[in-house]
């Protein structure tokens, strides 16, 4: 059996898309039941030369999208990256899902065959879609999903492995 590029990326980003706007929403609990500054939390970070937390939601919707945008050869969403409260990080978490939902299996029609080309400063890369997709796109939106379950717990956030994993369903036993 084989599996499609949608199937191997649509329902994996909007899960983990998911488990974003839920951190998201436990940060905001958080920092509301303890009265605690929402600055300190957006700007929490592992190490100086990280991503704080709302650089990890903005990459790993930036990361998702882009890989969509790329692999059906469509237009991605621009977002600004300007995001300075707990709502505007679950809104664009929540617009990020809606594109990428709004993408139909019939949009990756050839995709398997597409080339894409990565441009970061001074270096480029090429590669095909299969290569893009598991090799770059879904682990660096997982580093940065992990990225921020491990702010949160950092910070001091009950979140686990369960929160991580997201909703799935399980069939009576």
Request: glycine residues 6%; aromatic residues 12%; proline residues 5%.
């Amino acid at each position: 059996m084989s599996i499609s590029l949608y199937r191997a990326s649509v329902p994996v980003y909007l899960r983990g898309l998911a488990v974003l706007a839920d951190y998201v929403k436990k940060a905001r609990d958080h920092v509301q039941a303890n009265q605690l500054d929402p600055a300190a939390l957006f700007d929490a970070r592992l190490a100086p030369d990280m991503l704080p937390f709302s650089g990890q939601i903005q990459r790993a919707s930036d990361t998702s999208k882009f890989a969509i945008a790329r692999l059906t050869g469509i237009e991605s969403p621009k977002f600004e990256d300007n995001e300075t409260t707990f709502e505007h990080l679950i809104e664009r978490v929540g617009k990020t899902e809606a594109f990428i939902a709004g993408v139909s299996e019939d949009q990756f029609a050839g995709a398997e065959g597409r080339e894409i080309t990565l441009r970061f400063k001074e270096y480029q890369t090429k590669m095909f879609s299969v290569d893009y997709l598991f090799n770059f796109a879904l682990p660096n939106f997982y580093f940065h999903v992990t990225t921020t379950h491990d702010i949160l717990r950092a910070q001091g956030i009950a979140v686990g492995k369960a929160d991580f994993l997201g909703p799935f369903e399980m069939e009576p036993v």
